[in-house]
């Protein structure tokens, strides 16, 4: 179990992890997806200071990040998310988002935004400080809904222009400033589809490493419009019925826990 924390134990003589994050990358090794130790961690260059992350079972997990041009060294690899998830743990991979989000947030926050002096870290917390004009800058997070709509047997899905061909998935957008999550998800739809909705049902949320989300996943019941699409945002939308769904993205992600709970749900099985 991942425990997370800000603040290392004043005793420190446990085990230690080291996720070392190379961009949005962290080192495994290639045998086993085991993660690295106080060896590597002494071996590579850092680009800045190291971050207590919490707690893995009962050890320390720690990161930092390396230059782009490191070396992983023999028997070692840095992983994209992507490619790690369903290699090792869900605890360690999602520790492992927590990892490249900080160490992402350390690397664009060096300067104060205000006055442009170097930040600092703060004690005690997990932010920057700008020790002259005492800006605080927290790691950010990029609030967005993921939602399902439903009508009768059928579920809309709809296609990003960077998605494969043939790939389908549920609608999603970034909650704007002075937004709450429900009028964040009526007007995304309506913009990328056309649709009203009703009927919101909260189900779950997810962290989204890549590089800030969190995914907050809904579903919605259809009350009216004809699909039109944002043709910038979206290349197509289609309502398919529950016993004949396109390919739908992996288990990686909420859109497919939405996707599968509500077909257990309208076939019984949930």
Known sequence: MFRPGVVPPERSDGEKLWMLVQRD??????????????????????????HFLGHLDD???WTAGVPDDADA????????????YGVTDEETWMAAGRAVQIIEWERTNRFCGRCGIPNELSPGERSMRCPQCRLLRFPQLSPAIIVLIHRG???????????????????????????TVESALKREVEEEVGLQVTNL???????????????????????????????????AAEWFPVDDLPNVPGGISIANRLITSWVARHTGAE
Request: proline letters at 7%.
């Open 25 to 50: 990358r962290v080192l495994f090794r290639e045998a086993d997806a085991a993660l690295a130790g106080p060896d590597e961690a002494a071996r590579l260059p850092r680009t800045g200071a190291a």
């Open 59 to 61: 050890r320390e997990v």
């Open 73 to 84: 060294g023999a028997g070692w690899r840095f992983w994209d998310l992507f490619a790690v």
């Open 153 to 179: 047997d059928d579920v809309l899905l709809a296609r990003s222009h960077r998605f494969p061909e043939g790939l389908y998935s549920a609608l999603a957008g970034f909650v704007e400033p002075g937004e």
């Open 201 to 235: 049902e909260y189900r779950g949320s997810q962290p989204w490493p890549f590089p800030n989300s969190l995914m907050l996943g809904f579903f919605a019941e259809y009350a009216g419009g004809d699909i039109v699409l944002e043709d910038e945002e979206i290349a």
